[in-house]
Every structure is written in C-alpha cells, then in structure tokens.
C-alpha cells in the first residue's frame, strides 16, 4: 500500500508510452498532410452531414462536428499536430495529453472507417495517458522541475510560471462554451474527466502555493499516485487482451491450423511494399510454416509469462520483431509503431536505463562540437542532472539520487520539489 500511494510505479515505461503514442500519430498526421481533406475534412467521401448522423447515434466525441467549416478542419489537424509534438517532448504534459486526446478522439471519430487496429490502439492509449504521470523522467518538465529544485537548494526562489496559468485561464471558458452547448459528446466520463482535471489544477496551484507542506498537498500526491499507477495496469491488461484474443482467434482459422496464413497476405499487391522481398519469403514454404505457427505461440503465450521475467523479455523480443516485420513487408509501418509502443509498457527498467544513458550519451557528444552557449546549466530531462556541478545526485542533495515518482512529483507527471512554495507553484497545466 505504501508502494503504490507514495510513488508512481513504472517512469520510464509510461515515458516510452508517451513518446511512442505521440511519436506515431505525429508521424501519421504529418504524412497524411497531403490528403487530410480527403481522409478526414471537407472533401472527405464520408461526409459531414453523415459522420454527425453516426455520431448523434453512437454518442462519440469530435470537436471536427462543431462546424464543417474548412477553416475549423485545419485548426483542429493543427492543434492536434502541435499537441502530439509538445507530448513527445513533454511540454506542459498535462494540458498537451488533454489536448491529444481531444485531438486523437476528434480525427478518429470524424472518419471511422479510415482506421486499422493500430488506429484502436492509439485511441485507448489517448485517452489512458490523461491520467498518468508520464512526464517525470525524458521530458522538458522534467528538466524544469529539476531546475526549479535546483534553485531551491541555493536558496533561490522558483521560477514564475506564467504559461500554466494561462493556458488554465483559456481552456476553462473553452470547456464552460461545449459543455454548456452539449459539444463534449453523449457520454458521461468524457465531461467528467474534462472537468475533474480543470478544477483539480487549482485545487494542486493551491496546495503548492499555500500549504506546501501540508496533508492537503500530500493528498493530491497519493491520488495522483493511484491514478497513475491503477491506469498503468489497465494498460498492461490491455495489451494482454490485444494479444490473448488475437492469438485465440488465429487458432480457431484453418489457414493458421495448416500453417499457410502468412501466404496471402504476401500476394496482395496492396500489402506488399517490397514485392520482391515478399516473393522471397513466400516462396518458402518452411518459413512460412514457422512464422505462421511462431506468430500464434507467440501471441497465445504472452500473458502466461508475465511472471517469469526471462521468458517474459524473450517473448516481447519476437513480438517487437513481428512488428517490425509487419511494418516492412506489409506497409504497416503506424500499426506497428503503436503495437511496440504498447509492448514498451513491459519493458525492463535496467534495459531503458541504459538505453537512456547511450541517447543521453549521444546527444552530448553530438552537442559537444558545438560552441557551449554562456550561462547553459547543461540539464538535462533525466534523473540526477539538476545542472548543479557539486549534485552528483538530483535535487540539489549532494551524494543523493531522487527516484523518479517518489512523494513531491507533480500531478501532471513532472518530478517536484517540496520546497517550490509561494510564487510559481505548480499546476495541473504546468
């Protein structure tokens, strides 16, 4: 009980999560930049009139039903381009997984049938990100809430936060206007969720501001907490159903009892991208036979090794590699991209760690062949780079390391000082 109310379990898996769900619908959007008035806006075959028809019945959500004016279209693909890249680089995460979700959601619902299982995914991933703290480590707030700290252990004062604030300000009237005029959808949860995470902003720039160190501010943590680290197993469960009900489906299949199901898929011209590599393949019948039978093991054994942690790590290698081959041989590459951002969420923490250390590696030395701009702290997103020279740990205490998600992290996933007080508190768009 105390493990899972005093921290938020799993910072580096829910950060690949975030960075890997953004990532793929940033890449998507900008690719389907050309044609995104035929997929989803005015000239799209699936027309406006006849997508609001569905939605009055269906009780979706999507801002895109507001008005059918091309102008709101292209406002709405920018606004949900710029939120996807701010929730990639984890800028203001709250407010940019908020508003990635209403964007996500948005698209999706104006043309259904434009959508793959990847699509799916990305639709629930959307909406379970909202609520977790996916910001405290690989992230810009995560670098400004170890600034912040920094100041702080040199007796300095956080820096004003001016943005958060009006970004609160803005968004609330936006939400009062489509509530008021019924424009969040026929569902219950989505208003609800809208609302709850409005006023639970003030209620966390309150307790920062005037009771830094009270139970108030401590019952905001513990909440935040359990939010994130209950959604954390809803995802996990998820990514267990995709798996358990594709692979028992598969089973039930005579092309995949005789093993000859991934033949056909090779000879359809409009899933063969590289159609020599194709023939190559299907032209062997033993590998095929392999991979047909390796796909439904796989599949079918996954959520029965979560316990065993090596077998566990050899089974997400191969479903990493079938994405990937997925992504090369059958033009799949967004499906893809969402299905092994999904298996990231079981990823080891030695394993991200490292990789962490070798990106954060790269980029110094990359950066190192630059002139070093005056004044440049060189923090850094990662845990234990507060741009103090004396802090081998985070936080400005020397010799110690802060554990990404312990007490003090922010509601919207960024690591937090206790000491940030009065003056530039943090808040729930912040």
């Not at 005029?181 to 309150?206: F, I, K, R």
């Not at 005037?210 to 209950?230: C, S």
Request: charged share 15%.
């Amino acid at each position: 009980m105390q493990r899972i109310t005093a921290s938020a379990l799993g910072p580096y898996q829910s950060a690949v999560i975030r960075i890997g769900f953004s990532a793929t619908y940033l890449f998507f959007l900008l690719r389907e930049l050309p044609h995104r008035q035929e997929l989803y806006g005015p000239d799209s075959p699936w027309r406006w009139d006849m997508a609001r028809r569905l939605i009055a019945n269906n009780d979706a959500f999507s801002v895109l039903m507001w008005s059918d004016s091309a102008l709101w279209f292209e406002a709405v693909y920018a606004l949900t381009l710029l939120s996807a890249a701010a929730l990639l680089l984890g800028w203001r995460t709250r407010t940019m997984s908020v508003l990635f979700m209403v964007g996500v959601l948005s698209v999706q619902n104006r043309s259904i049938f434009m959508g793959d299982g990847g699509d799916n995914v990305i639709h629930l991933m959307a909406i379970y990100l909202v609520l977790t703290r996916c910001a405290q480590v690989w992230s810009l707030d995560a670098r400004r809430a170890e600034r912040n700290a920094a100041r702080a252990a040199r007796g300095l004062a956080p820096a004003r936060d001016v943005v958060g604030p009006v970004l609160w300000a803005v968004l609330g009237p936006v939400l009062l206007i489509a509530t008021l005029m019924d424009g969040l959808g026929g569902t219950w949860w989505l208003p609800t969720l809208l609302w709850v995470l409005w006023l639970g902003s003030a209620a966390w720039w309150a307790a920062n501001r005037y009771a830094p160190h009270g139970e108030q501010r401590t019952l905001l943590d513990v909440l935040a907490n359990l939010a994130h680290n209950a959604t954390l197993a809803v995802i996990m469960a998820e990514v267990c159903l995709i798996y358990a009900t594709a692979g028992w489906y598969k089973i039930q299949g005579s092309r995949w009892q005789d093993g000859t199901a991934l033949y056909y898929p090779l000879k359809l011209d409009y899933f063969t991208p590289w159609p020599a590599l194709s023939d190559i393949l299907a032209s062997s019948g033993v590998m095929v036979m392999v991979l047909t039978y390796g796909t439904v093991i796989v599949q079918v054994a996954f959520p029965f090794t979560l316990f065993n942690r090596r077998v566990k790590n050899i089974l997400l290698v191969a479903m990493i590699c079938e994405h990937a081959g997925i992504a090369l041989l059958l033009g799949l590459p967004f499906f893809s991209m969402a299905m092994i951002a999904a298996d990231a969420v079981f990823l080891p923490t030695v394993f991200l760690v490292w990789l962490g250390g070798r990106v954060t590696l790269g980029r110094e030395r990359l950066l190192s062949r630059f002139p070093r701009v005056p004044g440049d702290s060189g923090a850094t997103g990662s845990p234990g780079a507060s741009g103090d020279p004396g802090d081998p740990g985070a936080h400005g205490v020397p010799g110690k390391r802060r554990v990404p998600g312990q007490q003090g992290s922010g509601l919207d996933g960024t690591e937090e000082s206790p000491q940030q007080g009065a003056g530039g508190g943090h808040t729930l768009v912040g």
